[in-house]
């Protein structure tokens, strides 16, 4: 079947300013070098007043204090939170295929280079820090750096996860951090399979504190329904990458399956989940996600009301959406389209889906990514240096108060 792709080779450096921690080689695999380079990466400077322990994380001297970990979907770790601010602004420019953004318990975030497979911090206000590359990472089309998800206790444990597609599959790795050093980078999910197209390669930790991962077909759409693969899936492991407890199918990290390439995923408040999925040339999707559901792909795409399929709660033309990144947040889940160079809004009750609203269309080209700030705009990261048609300070990761976008 052909492909609908979402790559390209281009490569823009952003205007980093340098990390302030001392940096540790790793090596684990291969960089821009080639097969057998290596990595490096510094901590991040947290806020010693988020919480954190002496001495675990580069001192915070310019950052601002206070802070609570990232919305929603991840338990905070912090004692305090930001005043909510009221205006939109541009966090950050000039960034170079970037993938992903999780917020650290300061309210400052972490965002992926896909290409470069670099990590970055950034806070509202300063330049982005480059926190070095990520060692093992082998990128190409749509495969690289994707996916961070910051562990909910990290004031005490100091680790964050990253998907990474390495020499020969895609994986999530484990990096923990002490005393403003990388200690640890360790893969704890490995064998998911990879391919130029159709990696998945979101993170996110849901509400009951397990880490959710969501991966793709790579290309062989039977994977989706082989539940001994992990592609085409929804996983939910626990911190180690082992199955998490009450997973639906007994020593298996499947969660649900039958799926093409979820980028997305968020929760409700009441603890409902909700994926984006890219179809193939005729419907993208929103799915309400139950354990142990098949929805579908490669049998049916869409809504087919077709007896043990899951139908989506919406579906879009490809045109319109090729969906990424999405965010719960006042009653609505807000999604980022890549194609459709929109952010869609689209109100959820009960597990029901209200008319959607198109916001944003054409304003800023591809939109990847969509996550809840702590401080309560909505944090969208633009995708035009990977494919489409850049402007002169692409990529961009912008704010935006929820008011702002109707």
């Given amino acids: 079947m052909p492909h609908r792709r979402d790559a390209s080779s ?3 450096r952003a205007g980093l300013v340098a990390p302030v921690a001392l940096a540790v080689v790793l090596g684990v695999g291969a960089c821009s070098g080639g097969p057998g380079a ?7 400077v947290v806020s010693s007043s988020s919480g954190s322990s002496p001495g675990t994380t580069a001192p915070a001297t310019s950052a601002p204090s206070g802070g609570t970990s990232s919305g929603p979907t991840s338990p905070s770790a912090s004692p305090s939170s930001p005043a909510l601010s009221p205006r939109r602004s541009i966090v950050a420019r000039d960034l ?58 990290f004031t005490s444990d100091h680790t964050v996860f990253l998907y990474t597609t390495a020499a020969q599959d895609n994986r999530v790795v484990r990096v923990t951090f ?40 790579a290309g062989r759409t039977q994977r989706a329904q082989d539940r001994s693969s992990l592609g085409g899936k929804i996983l939910r492991v626990t911190r180690d990458g082992k199955p998490a ?32 999925e890219f179809g193939q040339n005729t419907w993208d999707e929103l799915n309400r996600i139950e354990p142990g559901r098949d929805y579908g792909w490669p049998v049916v795409e869409g809504r087919v009301g077709r007896e043990g399929y899951v139908d989506p709660l919406l ?52 939109l990847r990514d969509a996550v ?21 300070d692409d990529d961009k990761l912008l704010a935006f108060p929820l008011r702002d976008l109707g």
């Avoid at 130029?196 to 009951?208: E, K, Q, S, T």
């Avoid at 990290?253 to 408040?269: C, E, L, M, T």
């Avoid at 999604?335 to 916001?359: H, K, N, T």
């Avoid at 909505?378 to 048609?389: K, M, Q």
């Fill in 96 to 153: 170079d295929v970037p993938w992903s953004t999780a917020f650290l318990p300061d309210g400052s975030a972490l965002v992926t280079l896909r290409d470069r497979a670099h990590l970055l911090q950034v806070r509202d206000g300063r330049p982005p820090v480059d926190l070095g590359r990520v060692g093992g990472v082998v990128p190409g089309g749509e495969g690289g750096l994707l996916g961070v998800a910051v562990s909910p206790a």
């Fill in 10 to 12: 281009g490569h823009r």
């Fill in 38 to 44: 290596e990595g490096s990466l510094t901590a991040p």
């Fill in 245 to 276: 407890p009450g997973n639906p199918f007994p020593g298996s990290p499947v969660w649900s399956y039958g799926h093409r390439n979820v980028q997305g995923i968020a929760w409700a408040p009441d603890g409902t989940m909700y994926a984006s």
């Fill in 315 to 366: 579906q879009w033309p490809t045109s319109d959406a090729s969906p990424s990144g999405i965010a719960w947040a006042d009653g609505a889940v807000w999604m980022a389209a890549l194609r459709g160079e929109s952010l869609w809004r689209i109100p959820v009750s009960g597990g029901r889906a209200g008319d959607p609203q198109r916001l944003l269309h054409g304003r800023y080209g591809r």
């Fill in 372 to 392: 809840l700030a702590p401080d309560g705009r909505l944090w969208v990261l633009t995708n035009n240096t990977a494919r489409g048609t850049p402007a002169a």
């Fill in 178 to 217: 002490e005393g403003g050093r990388t200690t640890s980078q360790r893969a704890i999910l490995t064998g998911i399979p990879k391919a130029r197209n159709h990696n998945g390669g979101r993170l996110a930790f849901g509400p009951d504190g397990y880490l959710y991962v969501t991966t793709g077909d």
